[in-house]
T-cell receptor, first 113, second 112 residues
Framework: KQEVTQIPAALSVPEGENLVLNCSFT??????LQWFRQDPGKGLTSLLL?????REQTSGRLNASLDKSSGRSTLYIAASQPGDSATYLC????????????FGSGTRLLVRP | ETGVTQSPTHLIKTRGQQVTLRCSSQ?????VSWYQQALGQGPQFIFQ???????GRGNFPPRFSGLQFPNYSSELNVNALELDDSALYLC???????????FGSGTRLTVV
């Protein structure tokens, strides 16, 4: 059974810091891994999608890596800003004839001005 | 692309009642999934529809049911509401079964 864990559960950093959010999964048989951002009471905004054959994806100040063999993914945020404050969720896509996302519980990020 | 839209945004129901939540997927997205997110937790998979047929289900009882229509819209129906059904319900669509998913803003359901 696939389980996804995110560490840390919460993080508070001063503006301008570079930071790393961690995501681990127990079964390497994933199709892709997706990082999402969620603002309080809102839906999920997709940040980065890494296919199982890829090692990393970049978008602006965000970089996500994937290591299937070790069951790990990291989201790197460069030069953090107060507007980055949100909950970040990683999700592994698993399945055979049907697919589903298995989510971690998220990392709540606060970037202090 | 118009994104994924959900309605209503908020809903309050009484225990035992029935509720229907609606989702309009992106045009061309044949796959739609529904997730339940309790406060402080990650979303949990309810079920998935592909070309109007259910083709995957999570650990939810049969009183959770759904429909997908040819116009890329879908519904989540919950019968005999329980207090624990209070959550944010998210709809997500994908162009392919194994591709990336786009989520809607969700429906906040409160059962009293």
């Amino acid at each position: 059974k696939q389980e996804v864990t995110q560490i840390p559960a919460a993080l508070s950093v001063p503006e301008g810091e570079n930071l790393v959010l961690n995501c681990s999964f127990t079964d390497s048989a994933i199709y892709n891994l997706q990082w999402f951002r969620q603002d309080p009471g809102k839906g999920l905004t997709s940040l980065l999608l890494i296919q199982s054959s890829q090692r990393e994806q970049t978008s602006g100040r965000l970089n996500a890596s994937l290591d299937k063999s070790s069951g790990r993914s990291t989201l790197y945020i460069a030069a953090s800003q107060p507007g980055d404050s949100a909950t970040y969720l990683c999700a592994a896509l698993v399945g055979d004839s049907s697919y589903k996302l298995i989510f971690g519980s998220g990392t709540r990020l606060l970037v202090r001005p | 692309e118009t994104g994924v839209t959900q309605s209503p945004t908020h809903l309050i129901k009484t225990r035992g009642q029935q509720v229907t939540l609606r989702c309009s997927s992106q045009s061309g997205h044949n796959t739609v999934s529904w997730y339940q997110q309790a406060l402080g937790q990650g979303p949990q998979f309810i079920f998935q529809y592909y070309r109007e047929e259910e083709n995957g289900r999570g650990n939810f009882p049969p009183r959770f049911s759904g429909l997908q229509f040819p116009n890329y819209s879908s519904e989540l129906n919950v019968n005999a509401l329980e207090l624990d059904d209070s959550a944010l319900y998210l709809c997500a669509s994908s162009l392919t079964k194994g591709g990336g998913y786009t989520f809607g803003s969700g429906t906040r359901l409160t059962v009293v």
